[in-house]
């Protein structure tokens, strides 16, 4: 299928006003949940491309403080941010009336979809890349010495971000605070029932292979787990194809 570029809207959830993309026709079939930095621009090629090997509708959307989305953070985020962002997600997919959608997760996102699944089961199926469901002292280790290099990051973070400096110390210090130390839900994941593939590289620099596997043993019968040799954090980067093809085959089995 030949996908033009994606029809862009701002939806509104309460006091936040989104941007979102849709690649492809019709009610979204696939959802895309960006990372704890990430954006709809930040997915590159990666939701047309899906769009065009499935046939399916593809939506991506900018969470509050990312892209232009609003509002902007005014310093750490609050420790239950992710739980907030999954209520915020229940209203995304009701405004596009996505009523059961393959939700596709990376890092933070994958987190949210877990956190939604929990509480608002919309979902047909999940694939996670690189979620969390615990905080490791690997992903605390690797966001402190981001933050000793934040310049860097927020210069590139710019070139995506609307408010890059609010952006990165609302995310990096939620993530390094006292407050979100004991952030653990593994206990709760057994609640979702419907297929989860958990995929995780085994080269993750902000992760161990435990988070995948202990998150695929917690959620149960209905989740598989795959590690993936030599791939880093951002799999969509490294390898955007692989992506396409793991989105496939969840869609081929639906």
């Given at each position: 299928?030949?996908?033009?570029?994606?029809?862009?809207?701002?939806?509104?959830?309460?006091?936040?006003?989104?941007?979102?993309?849709i690649?492809g026709?019709?009610v979204?079939?696939?959802?895309?949940?960006?990372?704890?930095?990430?954006?709809?621009?930040?997915?590159?090629?990666?939701?047309?491309?899906?769009?065009?090997?499935t046939?399916?509708?593809?939506?991506?959307?900018?969470?509050?403080?990312?892209?232009?989305?609003?509002?902007?953070?005014?310093?750490?985020?609050?420790?239950?941010?992710?739980?907030?962002?999954?209520?915020?997600?229940d209203?995304?997919?009701?405004?596009?009336?996505?009523?059961?959608?393959?939700?596709?997760?990376?890092?933070?996102?994958?987190?949210?979809?877990?956190?939604?699944?929990?509480?608002?089961?919309?979902?047909?199926?999940i694939?996670?890349?690189?979620?969390?469901?615990?905080?490791?002292?690997?992903?605390?280790?690797?966001?402190r010495?981001?933050?000793?290099?934040?310049?860097?990051?927020?210069?590139?973070?710019?070139?995506?971000?609307?408010?890059?400096?609010?952006?990165?110390?609302?995310?990096?210090g939620?993530?390094?605070?006292?407050?979100?130390?004991?952030?653990?839900i593994?206990?709760?994941?057994?609640?979702?029932?419907?297929?989860?593939?958990?995929?995780?590289?085994d080269?993750?620099?902000?992760?161990?292979?435990?988070?995948?596997?202990?998150?695929?043993?917690?959620?149960?019968?209905?989740?598989?787990?795959?590690?993936?040799?030599?791939?880093?954090?951002?799999?969509?980067?490294?390898?955007?194809?692989?992506i396409?093809?793991?989105?496939?085959?969840?869609?081929?089995?639906?």
């Amino acid at each position: 299928m030949e996908v033009s570029e994606p029809v862009m809207r701002t939806v509104s959830v309460g006091d936040a006003h989104l941007t979102t993309a849709i690649w492809g026709d019709g009610v979204p079939d696939i959802v895309l949940l960006h990372d704890g930095l990430g954006s709809i621009t930040q997915w590159r090629s990666v939701p047309a491309a899906i769009a065009a090997r499935t046939g399916r509708s593809v939506l991506a959307y900018d969470r509050a403080g990312h892209g232009a989305s609003t509002p902007v953070p005014n310093g750490a985020h609050p420790a239950d941010w992710m739980t907030r962002e999954a209520d915020r997600l229940d209203g995304i997919l009701e405004a596009v009336d996505a009523t059961h959608p393959l939700v596709v997760g990376h890092s933070d996102g994958g987190t949210i979809a877990l956190l939604h699944a929990i509480a608002h089961r919309r979902e047909s199926r999940i694939l996670l890349l690189a979620a969390h469901s615990w905080v490791e002292p690997a992903a605390v280790s690797e966001i402190r010495r981001l933050r000793g290099n934040s310049a860097a990051v927020i210069a590139g973070l710019a070139r995506h971000h609307d408010h890059p400096v609010e952006l990165f110390e609302a995310w990096s210090g939620a993530w390094t605070s006292d407050a979100f130390a004991s952030f653990d839900i593994r206990d709760a994941l057994a609640a979702i029932a419907v297929p989860v593939h958990v995929v995780q590289g085994d080269a993750d620099e902000f992760a161990t292979d435990a988070q995948a596997v202990e998150t695929a043993a917690a959620i149960g019968e209905s989740a598989r787990c795959s590690l993936l040799p030599g791939v880093r954090h951002l799999i969509h980067h490294d390898d955007p194809d692989l992506i396409v093809e793991l989105v496939e085959a969840e869609m081929t089995a639906m």
